[in-house]
Nanobody, 121 residues
Framework: QVQLVESGGGLVQPGGSLRLSCAAS????????MGWYRQAPGNQRELVAA???????NYSSNVKGRFTISRDHAKNTVDLQMDSLKPEDTAAYYC???????????????WGRGTQVTVSS
């Protein structure tokens, strides 16, 4: 019903930048929430940044000032611009959306497959 396609991950040196993108498609009536999470080996999955339907944003204290999340309502995409990357940013990054489906279902969350970000010299 809903598919999320993530792109933009890769290998980058400390201090470098990457831009992640997530595109949502399917029988979507409306999107309530779009966000990015990350999970490193041995760690819990954590929220990195999110944007709600009214445009309000939230950031983890670990990335505030370095990452910027943006949403394109017309294209149903959400991007994460990551600047000044650090080795501790290394993780698998997952897109998450909370939507109301076209059939009138309750709000439902969906996850992308993940894209790897590795920050290393």
């Amino acid at each position: 019903q809903v598919q999320l396609v993530e792109s933009g991950g890769g290998l980058v040196q400390p201090g470098g930048s990457l831009r992640l993108s997530c595109a949502a498609s399917g029988t979507i009536f409306s999107i309530n929430f779009m966000g990015w999470y990350r999970q490193a080996p041995g760690n819990q999955r954590e929220l990195v940044a999110a944007v709600t339907s009214n445009g309000r944003t939230n950031y983890s204290s670990n990335v505030k000032g370095r990452f910027t999340i943006s949403r394109d309502h017309a294209k149903n995409t959400v991007d994460l611009q990551m600047d000044s990357l650090k080795p501790e940013d290394t993780a698998a990054y997952y897109c998450n959306v909370v939507v109301m489906l076209a059939g009138g279902s309750p709000l439902t969350g969906f996850w992308g497959r993940g894209t790897q970000v590795t920050v290393s010299s």
